[in-house]
């Protein structure tokens, strides 16, 4: 248990549904990161939120869309996604340089 | 960003001492080098952070030289379960660090 909660731990979803990854942490950290990883592929950095500001979108298509309500719940919102998408979407809080806690991943399958 | 590079992949025997080395010639004087630890399917997990000369805790040891051009992250008396991809990350000084993650080591060992 890393302190960083991610629901739910799996989903399928058809190509037209609508979804959301959520993530929790409520060890006061001030920044938020939504990460996806492919199989055998490295991780690929999406989203970072400090302080509730997004600040950093890595080219990301514009069916996933962030949402930081608060510096404790990060969500990402699926739409109209694509085969490809399917993979392990990890959420992970730090604060400062201090290390970084990773949720247990949402693994995302699209039918 | 400093760029990191480490080798793709070591093999190794139970009970040996391993060393990974990882290279990030434009480190910058606010960054710190950070270590993480990749089950399958499973988020990274921090093992250890430096700034320079040498860092031990209960997992691993990181050597750091006086350039901060390089880094070691040794692991004493390894174990099947410490096969794993191992990740060398440089870790800005600012408000927020984009945590980027390389291809990272993939460690096997074998009994």
């Known amino acids: 248990e890393t302190g960083v909660t991610q629901t739910p731990r799996h989903l399928v979803m058809g190509m037209t549904n609508k979804k959301s990854l959520k993530c929790e942490q409520h060890l006061g950290h001030n920044a938020m990161y939504w990460y996806k990883q492919s199989a055998k592929k490295p991780l690929e950095l999406m989203f970072v939120?400090?302080?509730?500001?997004?600040?950093e979108n890595n080219s990301v298509p514009s069916r996933f869309s962030p949402e930081c309500p608060n510096s404790s719940h990060l969500f990402l919102h699926l739409h109209t996604l694509q085969p490809e998408d399917s993979a392990l979407y990890l959420c992970?809080?730090?604060?400062?340089?201090?290390?970084?806690?990773f949720g247990q991943g949402t693994r995302l399958t699209v039918v | 960003l400093a760029k990191t590079t480490q080798p793709i992949s070591m093999d190794s025997y139970e009970g040996q001492e391993v060393n990974i080395t990882c290279s990030h010639n434009?480190?910058?004087?606010?960054?710190?080098i950070t270590w993480y630890q990749q089950f399958p399917s499973q988020g990274p997990r921090f093992i250890i952070q430096?700034?320079?000369t040498k860092v031990t805790n209960e997992v691993a040891s990181l050597f750091i030289p006086a350039d901060r051009k390089s880094s070691t992250l040794s692991l004493p008396r390894v174990s099947l379960s410490d096969t794993a991809v191992y990740y060398c990350l440089v870790v800005g000084g600012g408000a927020t660090n984009k945590l980027i993650f390389g291809t990272g080591t993939l460690l096997a060992v074998q009994p």
């Open positions: 992970a809080s730090s604060h400062g340089t201090a290390e970084a806690f």
């Open positions: 434009n480190i910058a004087t606010n960054d710190y």
């Open positions: 430096g700034y320079k």
């Open positions: 939120y400090s302080l509730e500001e997004r600040v």
